[in-house]
Structure formats: C-alpha cells, structure tokens
C-alpha cells in the first residue's frame, strides 16, 4: 500500500510540473492578414539597388507556436517554433529563394527560439536560436507586462545574416543589408486561450 501511495504521489508531482505549461498556435492564411494580425512576428531587411536605390521590405510569418510556463514574475522556459516556408515576404520568387537558398528548407523545416527566463518589465533577455541544424546565442529586448486585465510580450532583436551563417540572398542589381530586425507581439486576449 505504501509503495501504491508513493507512486502515486510521485505521478501526482510529475504531472503537476507538465499540466502548467502552455502552447499556443497562430495561423493566418496570407500575408496580408498576418501583416495586419494582433500577435505576429516580423523580419525588417532592405537591399540597394544599384548601389544607389535603398528599398525594404517586412516579412510576416503565417504560422507559429508559442510554448511557455507561466511564472509569477513573467513567463518561463519559451520555445517559439516555426518553419522557414511560413515566413511570407509578399513576393513569391523572393520566397523561393529565401527557402531554397537562405534557410535551407528542405532539409532544416524548422526555427526555434528558446528564452528561459521572461520577466515582466523592459529587459534584454539572452535567447537562443536554432536555425539550419546550429544554435546561435542572441539578445533580445522585450517589454513584458503581467496582471489580471493585461497580458503583453513584446520584443525586438537585430540579427545579421553573416553571424547566422544564411548565405548572402543578394542577386547583381540588388545587394542585401546584412541587418535583420526581427519585431514580435502576443497580447493577452491570446495567452488566456488554452
């Protein structure tokens, strides 16, 4: 009977410490709605054309999740996933050559940023990023608030495509910067839902 009551006691534990975290899913069905959604992530780059004509451009992602344990002074143990082929640049050939040649998508189908500590308020929280088969250590400044009305992770990071070892997408008349800024939202309308 002991023995009975001890496991299930540690059964008890062991899915007490899983039932807390949370995953979240959103999905839009094109560019323009993922541009115009409440909760997204975003990627800022420009080129020059010519060498004289500096145009940019902001690419949406379709679809990603969001794993996280709430903790009282923020959130804990983040993983946001997504794959390469649902970041939308709203230019098709633009998209084919981000996914053949820059992220590889056919052999890594899969991005992962992981944040083991997210405390409320405005802090830069060290990341990490999993991107064609390498982890990468980043910065990324984020402004949390937490309370009984208003849930809101909001983030920034600038990320260079030489650092990440993504080859250099330019073509002859129009050279890529090197900068990423990488901008993401999630409200707490969205962090309620389970």
């Keep these: 009977m002991k023995q009975f009551t001890f496991l299930t006691l540690l059964l008890i534990l062991f899915a007490s410490k899983f039932a807390t975290a949370e995953s979240l899913t959103f ?4 560019y323009k709605e ?3 959604a409440e909760n997204f992530i975003s990627f800022e780059m420009s080129s020059t054309k010519f060498g004289i004509i500096t145009t940019s451009f902001t690419s949406y992602v379709k679809e990603f999740s ?3 344990e709430p903790h009282q002074n923020g959130f804990k143990n983040v993983q946001v996933k997504l794959k390469p082929t649902d970041i939308d640049t709203d230019i098709n050939a633009r998209n084919e050559k981000m996914n053949e040649v820059c992220f590889e998508s056919s052999k890594y189908q899969e ?3 992981k944040i083991p500590v997210l405390p409320t308020g405005d802090q830069t929280v060290d990341a990490t ?3 064609r088969g390498e982890s990468f250590p980043v910065k990324v400044e984020t402004h949390v608030t937490k309370d009984q009305k208003n849930d809101l992770v909001r983030g920034n990071a600038t990320l260079s495509l030489k650092e990440l070892k993504i080859p250099d997408p330019s073509i002859a008349i129009a050279k890529v910067k090197d900068e990423v800024k990488v901008k993401f939202q999630i409200t707490k309308t969205t962090l309620q839902k389970q």
């Design 129 to 131: 990023l999993e991107l």
């Design 27 to 30: 999905s839009y069905k094109s």
């Design 34 to 36: 993922a541009k115009s």
């Design 111 to 113: 991005i992962i940023v």
């Design 66 to 68: 969001a794993d996280y």
